[in-house]
């Protein structure tokens, strides 16, 4: 799966898509490739207030439960309600109908420091390197 | 999975094996100064005669002939010796309790019973495959509605067991939650009024205990609705499960902590004892402890595996739902024995028992000049009276007539000072009953 370039992404396999100072938020196929089958996720209240660098959402598969970290400061708009009947969506749609939360950023210039699509896809080429090693 | 001692040529065999000379050889990562260099101070071996001259010893210490009227969130009740025959096979009394579904369908699937049968009993959806004792699983249960509502501050019923909130303050002491005490009325049961006053948006749990400290039984339907009014979880603890044979299940309540005792558990030393988390579905992953699930093999037969592992500790670490991440899993086994053994029938006349036995004793207790019922409602085995005199003096002439008497409330309760708390379930006969009453009036007319 390619990753799209118009998103950011984090060092912890976060994906953050911003457009007129609303960004959506989700794993990335790394993530949920190394996650295996998701089968809940826990998302946070709307309204409720992302911290860059703080956990706000957890993914459980079979193997874990992982802590999701937010990309970037901001309120929360909207939650994807459709993951609680279909969490598999983030294994088939990572970058698409398995986004996780939309929010309201708060210094969208935040973005500027993570990672663009072929900074990204060379840090997980690394990582998997590392795995193998 | 036996549990088998290790000869010394077995182990210089298992040591040889790896490549080490002997067991200490094993510790040699933990730094020098922190190893203990003498042996442990114990007492040697024994031969076969001397432990058991030492055993009868202990057992000729044993109080018997003794008849009890203190409960106090622990009941004597009728055990059959079929569940100590069952339980007492090496397979449950001396294996550590294996989990690996391949190996362990007996284990899982006596887990999974005995968690649909506390379902069945409480109302609720989901079970769990046992916490420590009841304490531990109402407080267990206010943690899981702090993590559900995301909100500091708890409402307890002070007819809440006092040990059971001695539990909860210390688990609130360094976790950020505010414990605060809620009332009773004239009645014995929680203050309505007092709590719609402390309720407020911040309040994760109110939790009360139903039959409470007193032997009230609380109604908690509304005060269900007035906690879920404030975005408020309740929680109702019960101390004594027997008399979920016969009172109206907790069905209302979010969360409901149960000590299991009252199930084929002797009273012995104060344990041990089993307790138990039910609730809803819907919250089934923020329930602490273990949990068995049924489930189908490769073949589509039907099997059984613990699930929802992935949030306990052994996984999760410091952000497991939970830090007690064991069960009681032979006393949970004795409980669904027990259970089966009474069946719907036996169980439900075992609790009326109860209640025609506590009945009468109050009965005969009112008949004595200056004893007094305190409150008025309805209970199951246990009621409060007023005496005319110190509980603990009372108390003390019973014991002479081998009579172990009623808790005394005031050393809980500042406020009732020449109150007891008498309990009386299936196991009491009634001449046991009449003396109890006889030795009562006798305390009261002795000169001071």
Redesign the interface.
Known sequence: MSYPTQFRYTKEHEWIDAKGGIATIGITDYAQHELGDVV?V?LPAVGSSLITGKTFSSV??????S?IYAPASGQVTEANSTLQNTPESINSDPHGAGWLVKVKLANPAELNSLMDAAAYEAYIEEKKKEASA | MRYLPKSPAERQEMLAAIGVKSVEELFTSIPEQFRLKRPLNLPGPMSEAEVIGYFQDRAAENSVGYTSFLGAGVYSHLRSVVTDALLQRGEFLTSYTPYQAEITQGTLQAIFEFQTLMCQLTGQEVANASMYDGSTATTEAVLMAERITGKRRVLVARSLHPEYRDVLRTYAKNSGLTVEEVPFTASGTLDGTALKASLRDDVCAVVVQSPNFFGAIEDLGPLAEAAHGAGALLVAAATEALSLAVVKPPAEADIVALEGQSFGLPPSYGGPFVGVVASREKFV?QMPGRLAGQTADQDGRRGFVLTLA??EQH??RE?ATSNICTNQALCALAATMHLCLLGKEGIREMAEQNIAKARFTLSELEKIPGVKRTFPGPFFNEFTVELPRSVKIVNAELLKSKIVGPYVLGSAYPELTKHALVCVTETTTRLQIEQFAAGVRAALQQPL
Do not use: L
Not at chain 1, 60 to 65: G, L, M, N, P, T
């Open positions: 809940f826990e459980e598969s079979v193997k874990a439960v802590e | 992953r992935t949030r996984i999760r952000k």
